[in-house]
């Protein structure tokens, strides 16, 4: 049965172009956005700022309950406050590898569950991220999956950084994004997978306006 709340799901691995489809799909229809991603970035950055050891499971799932906690009682101010003063922190490489990394932590993983399906609000929600349709939303009304080729992703993520001012070698960049591909692919608790219900889109030799606009159809064709 689909949840009386409708929500649109879109997962795929990094630099596929989830989060900017995710917000302008959310722009269109005045529907709340989800970007999974913050939640664990936030987790990484304070990781990084208190010097805490990657592998303290136990020592970050305390972070992650107060984080849920706060969250559950102010998931749009959250996400608000996220959007206005932290990304260029939380976005920058090191914090996205620390955070592709703790996400492995079954714990971690338990504790942002609820957290996140509490941003499923009237009228309905764009949630974004690797395993929205397969474990967060498996009542989705729409499960989009978006695909593309390692070489083309890293070269839009490269482009991407390059336009924000953050210099970054394209080699180093393909070993880390082909390393996190690996990382969300094989770990044991809610790996990267399509969802059995999911549409796949290969963005591949897409531009962003194509994808949006294939979306678009699947959306009316499914959700209205």
């Known amino acids: 049965m689909k949840t009386l709340i409708p929500v649109i799901t879109i997962d795929g691995p990094c630099g596929v172009g989830k989060s900017v489809?995710?917000?302008?799909?959310?722009?269109?229809f005045n529907w709340y956005s989800l970007d999974s991603g913050i939640l664990y970035?936030?987790?990484?950055?304070?990781?990084?700022?208190?010097?805490?050891p990657i592998l303290e499971e136990k020592i970050l799932s305390v972070f992650s309950h107060e984080l849920f906690l706060w969250c559950t009682q102010h998931p749009y101010n959250f996400q608000k406050l996220y959007e206005q003063n932290v990304p260029k922190i939380v976005c920058?490489?090191?914090?996205?590898?620390?955070?592709?990394?703790?996400?492995?932590?079954?714990?971690?993983?338990?504790?942002?569950?609820?957290q996140q399906r509490s941003f499923k609000k009237q009228?309905?929600?764009?949630?974004?991220?690797?395993d929205m349709g397969t474990i967060v939303f498996p009542d989705a009304h729409l499960k989009i999956f978006l695909e593309g080729s390692l070489s083309v992703r890293v070269q839009r993520r490269f482009n991407d950084l390059h336009k924000k001012g953050t210099n970054v070698d394209i080699n180093?960049?393909?070993?880390?994004?082909?390393?996190?591909?690996?990382?969300?692919?094989?770990?044991?608790?809610?790996?990267?997978?399509?969802?059995?219900?999911?549409i796949?889109?290969?963005?591949?030799?897409?531009n962003f306006e194509n994808?949006?606009?294939?979306?678009?159809?699947?959306i009316k064709n499914n959700v209205f």
């Open 211 to 218: 994808v949006l606009k294939i979306t678009l159809k699947y």
């Open 92 to 114: 920058e490489k090191t914090i996205s590898n620390i955070s592709s990394k703790i996400s492995v932590f079954p714990k971690i993983r338990k504790k942002l569950l609820q």
């Open 200 to 206: 796949i889109i290969d963005s591949t030799n897409m």
């Open 41 to 52: 970035r936030i987790i990484a950055l304070i990781t990084f700022q208190f010097n805490i």
């Open 172 to 198: 180093d960049l393909h070993k880390d994004m082909y390393n996190r591909d690996l990382r969300d692919i094989q770990r044991t608790i809610s790996p990267l997978i399509p969802a059995k219900d999911a």
């Open 21 to 28: 489809l995710s917000k302008e799909i959310a722009k269109i």
């Open 123 to 130: 009228p309905g929600l764009i949630a974004n991220g690797r």
